[in-house]
């Protein structure tokens, strides 16, 4: 490897020798093609065209009465696919592309990334594979067929808890054993070196847009970013653009399942340790013994024990801060955000609104907030219902 | 104890080296297991401490795994364990482990700890050489010898470098891909064993995918040190979870005959 893969002493590629030529070989090549202008201008392209961006940055007044700042809201709801997943296939898909790779793997969770996968499978013509828990298979059942109608092959996997992490161990696995003519499109901003860094590198551009907005728009940067962290991709996406902007403050919500004292969560920051789990030293939720824990959280899209490590990071150096939400505020904030906007947000995303409802009070009137609406929430409508049905 | 130098040396054939998951499927029919080898004919034992996650391993063992870890197994009794398994009789014993559990444990009590239980070398399955100064210096400090993993897409280059780092013996992945028995050994054993003679005298093991007296037999005679079989034994265990003394028959005749092909 030509880079260490660290932030401060987290990240790195803790993987087993037969993966190591793989990830060698994703390095050079995006070393090779980040910066070179026809990859940049055939992604700026699609990134416009076929996903739909800029996305907009969208004052969202009546929410905002309701918690008392000023809420804007970086639309990556509105991106193809329905989330700010496709940003980064786009970008990894590309990249596959220009290394000669005919297939694509990838992990799913709340099927958001596989769903993107698919799609930029079908759009370059690559065999797809996602690797898919049986019990997100099931309670996410329509973006496994919006997967399948795009030509993937959903691989439902029994181990563990049937969640991200057993599809993260499966398509690892898979991976091994095909990594000469496969290429895997990790979802989030963690695992291995180099992922965090290319995950992050092709999901800034919500930052840099939704910085650029608010001074256009506000007149000045916000003074809080909020985002939602499962692994920490849509997060990172939209942090990177201010961690030099001391002034502002960045916070990242986490899960709180059914709340902390629980243990059903997977509040990784706020609750775990630092530990090791697929190739990254960073938090994990884990036993006495390095034992990894089943996690649970409303949302599939955030349960998940382990987070990208640069988040550990800028939690480490106290640049960002992360809390977490429980499930019934994630709810409370998902009925505000279509009551008052009549935007529907995806469960993850209504993390970071649960959070900002929780500072009522305590954030000045004037105060600006951007928040992430990493993706909408109809893959989410029959959960809700099923919590709390309409009368 | 006796030391993976005079065992290779003393051997004027390929040593056998069965896998096990400690406390698979509990712990007292796991050592039932561990014994049944031992006097079948096993050289060396490798051994694993079941972790949650193990993405190296393939399904068979990472049910395995999970079975050990409902029955209560734990790395401190993993280590109890082996210390039981080496009163019985002074047999090398090379430990399998995932680098979170060694890193909460503790590094350099891990391997001192291990040491003084008998065992002999490390592998850490989710640690290249690239960052392998962080349980080099500890385990060499212990007294412990340290294996590493060769693959077939391992450059010259790099299979230079991890020699350099390897004592014990060189842990080599027979085929692309993760544990687990499969039916046509791949063609790529006898080139990955000559290329690795060329750069380096520590003992060559083969491991991955050998799942028959005849395989094993074929890997010996491409000039192995040492025949490394995991899945195909934890599969035995799996296969009579509901008659113990049934798995402790099989596993041993199939030790015996793998020992008889050898």
């Not at chain 2, 003992?203 to 010996?220: L, T």
Request: with cysteine; net charge negative.
């Amino acid at each position: 490897m030509r880079h260490n893969g660290r932030f401060g002493t987290f990240g790195g590629f803790y993987v087993p020798e037969v993966l190591i030529g793989a990830l060698e070989e994703i390095e050079q090549a995006f070393d090779r093609w980040r910066d070179d202008s026809q990859f940049c201008q055939e992604l700026e392209a699609l990134s416009r065209h076929y996903a739909g961006r800029p996305t907009p940055l969208y004052y969202a007044r009546r929410f905002s009465d309701q918690v008392g700042c000023r809420v804007y809201l970086k639309r990556e709801d509105l991106l193809h696919g329905g989330a700010h997943k496709v940003n980064n296939t786009l970008g990894q898909g590309l990249l596959a592309k220009y290394m000669g790779k005919t297939r694509l793997i990838a992990e799913t969770g709340a099927g958001q990334h596989g769903l993107a996968t698919a799609m930029i499978g079908a759009l370059f013509g690559m065999e797809t594979k996602i690797f898919m828990g049986t019990t997100d298979v099931a309670r996410q059942n329509v973006n496994v067929h919006k997967m399948r109608l795009c030509g993937a092959e959903v691989i439902p996997v029994e181990g563990g808890t049937g969640t991200l992490k057993d599809a993260i161990n499966d398509a690892l696995r898979y991976w091994t054993a095909h990594v000469e003519d496969t290429f895997y499109l990790f979802g989030t901003a963690g695992g291995p070196h180099p992922y965090p860094m290319i995950v992050r590198h092709f999901q800034t551009p919500i930052g840099h847009e939704a910085r650029q907005q608010c001074i256009d728009q506000v007149g000045r940067l916000p003074d809080v970013v909020a985002a939602c962290v499962g692994g920490g991709s849509n997060a990172i996406g939209i942090f990177s653009a201010f961690l030099d902007d001391a002034e502002v403050r960045l916070v990242g919500v986490e899960g709180g399942g059914r709340g902390l004292e629980s243990g059903q969560h997977c509040a990784t920051l706020v609750a775990g340790s630092v530990g090791i789990l697929h190739g990254a030293q960073t938090y994990v939720l884990q036993d006495a013994h390095g034992q990894i824990r089943e996690t649970e959280s409303i949302s599939a899209g955030l349960d998940y024990p382990g987070v990208g490590p640069e988040h550990a990071h800028l939690k480490e150096t106290g640049r960002a801060e992360y809390v977490c939400a429980d499930d019934e505020s994630v709810l409370d904030a998902f009925a505000l955000l279509i009551r008052t906007e009549g935007i529907i947000p995806a469960l993850e995303s209504s993390h970071a609104l649960a959070w900002l409802m929780q500072q009522k009070g305590q954030l000045p009137p004037d105060a600006v907030v951007v928040v992430n609406l990493s993706g909408r929430g109809d893959k989410d409508v029959g959960i809700v219902e099923s919590h709390r049905p309409l009368q | 104890m006796s030391t993976y130098k005079e065992t290779f040396r003393r051997l004027d054939r390929a040593a056998l080296i069965p896998f096990f998951v400690i406390g698979d499927p509990d712990e007292s029919r796991s050592f039932e297991l561990v014994k049944a080898a031992i006097d079948a004919g096993a050289d060396v034992l490798e051994m694993g401490i079941p972790f949650s996650d193990p993405i190296a391993d393939g399904p068979t063992i990472q049910k395995a795994d999970l079975r050990a870890l409902a029955a209560g197994m734990t790395p401190s009794k993993a280590l109890a364990f082996i210390h039981r398994v080496t009163d019985y009789r002074p047999i090398p014993i090379g430990l399998l482990v995932y680098y979170n559990l060694v890193w909460q444990y503790g590094v350099e009590r891990f391997f001192k700890d291990f040491k003084a239980v008998g065992g002999s070398s490390v592998l850490v399955a989710d640690l290249s050489i690239d960052d392998a100064d962080e349980v080099i210096a500890p385990a060499r400090a212990a007294g412990l010898e340290t294996v590493f993993m060769v693959t077939p897409n391992t450059g010259s280059d790099r299979m230079r470098r991890i020699a350099e780092r390897t004592t014990g013996f060189i842990y080599t992945v027979s085929t692309l891909g993760v544990t687990g028995a499969r039916n046509r050994l791949s063609d790529t054993v006898k080139p990955l064993v000559a290329r690795l003679k060329e750069v380096t005298g520590v003992p060559v093991c083969v491991g991955f995918g050998i799942s028959s007296p005849e395989q094993a037999a074929e890997v010996a005679t491409a000039g192995a040190d040492g025949v490394i079989i995991g899945s195909r034994i934890v599969q035995i265990v799996e296969d009579h979870l509901n008659e113990p003394d049934r798995a402790v028959e099989e596993v041993a005749r199939f030790i015996r005959q793998v020992r008889e092909a050898l």
